[in-house]
């Protein structure tokens, strides 16, 4: 039988455009460490970037709408293949679908040099994209069950156009931010909710473990509910501020129960593998995500308040996308899956980059120190990817001998 890998191999241009998570991964990993790296001195005044939005704007819009959607589509051009047994998008399709990503990404660079209708259309036709191609690949291999990864995707595409609606208008964010952070969030826990104990079960098998995680159930099933009503009443909060004391309990109630979930999965041994214990870790802001939003809600804290998105932004969005994306490099280029020494650092650069980011939102007298921690650690976490991963997203897979 031949493997959707092995189909890839037809296209004998640039190994970059070989396989769809090579591109997105590295210059995904790339834009990440600039756009950090550019933002902290812009913010403080001591660069200027011809940019239409402000630099927290900005730095809110490449994140959620440059960044994350490199990676998500990183991972799905390489994973719908295998859930749809299609033939995966490679070559000069491939090349058409990156350049879409990386013109969104220019068109905002110099943004305030350019109408207000280029900045706003044409970052919104990567996200079209994606939609045909995934809603296409899934429909043409009837992979019904992931229909709702497409359905994320165009909620994700409507959050980015209220994103363009709320910034014309109002000349700052009131839901649009809130919806895409909750978007990415909900889709970790339909994906990772997957590959995380999937992989774990997996690790300790290997080891000859005798508690095996739980695979997916009906008690994941509640807490997928539960955090989708907990998400939503968490981005509609500011049109019923009256409701504050039942959103907090929501949120406090779907903390809790992703932090059971996860300890149904039996973490505590994979600390002796890291590929494994990111990926736990990742998971966890999501818990401790909701807890803060939860007890920020209730007690009306705006250092809780802050710190809430910023570890499901930097701890689970930051980390997961890290987990994966080394994960995946290694296995589909021909690599052992263990993590060395290097990246074993990307991940202890992205953990403290996120315990540092939500410090300095919970004690903004250490603000000054904290926050360049902050972003230095990531610098050096999606840099070091790059530096690291970078040789052998752009080289041929390593065939085992």
Known sequence: MITNMQRSRAWTGWPLFSYGFRPFFLFGALHAAIMVALWVPWFLGFVRVPSHYSPVIWHVHELLFGYVPAIVAGFLLTAVPNWTGRLPVVGWPLIGLFMLWLLGRLVTGVSALLPEFVVYAFPLVFAVAMVLVFGREIAAGRNWRNLKVVAVLCLFGLAQVLFYYETARYGHLIYADRAGVALIVMLIQIIGGRVVPSFTINWLRRRGGDVLSRPFGRFDQLVM???????????????????????????LAAGGLNL??????HPW?????????????????????????GYATLAGDYGALTAAPHCWTVGSI??????????????????????????VTIYVLIVVAAIARIWAALVPELTMVLMPMAGLAWV??????????????????????
Do not use: C, D, N
């Open 318 to 343: 930051g980390g997961m996308t890290l987990a994966m994306m080394t994960r995946a490099s290694r296995g589909h280029t021909g690599h052992e899956l263990i993590a060395p020494p290097t990246t």
């Open 269 to 293: 041994p994979t600390w002796r593998e890291p590929l494994v214990a990111i990926l736990h870790i990742a998971f966890l802001s999501i818990g401790v995500g909701f807890m803060l939003a």
């Open 260 to 265: 059971v979930r996860q300890w149904r999965w």
């Open 380 to 401: 050096f976490a999606f840099a070091g990817f790059a530096m690291f991963y970078g040789p052998m997203l752009l080289k041929r897979r390593r065939e085992a001998h």
């Open 225 to 251: 509910v539960l955090s989708g009503l907990a998400l939503t009443s968490w981005v509609l909060l500011p049109m019923y501020e009256a409701t504050e004391g039942a959103v907090g309990i929501i949120l």
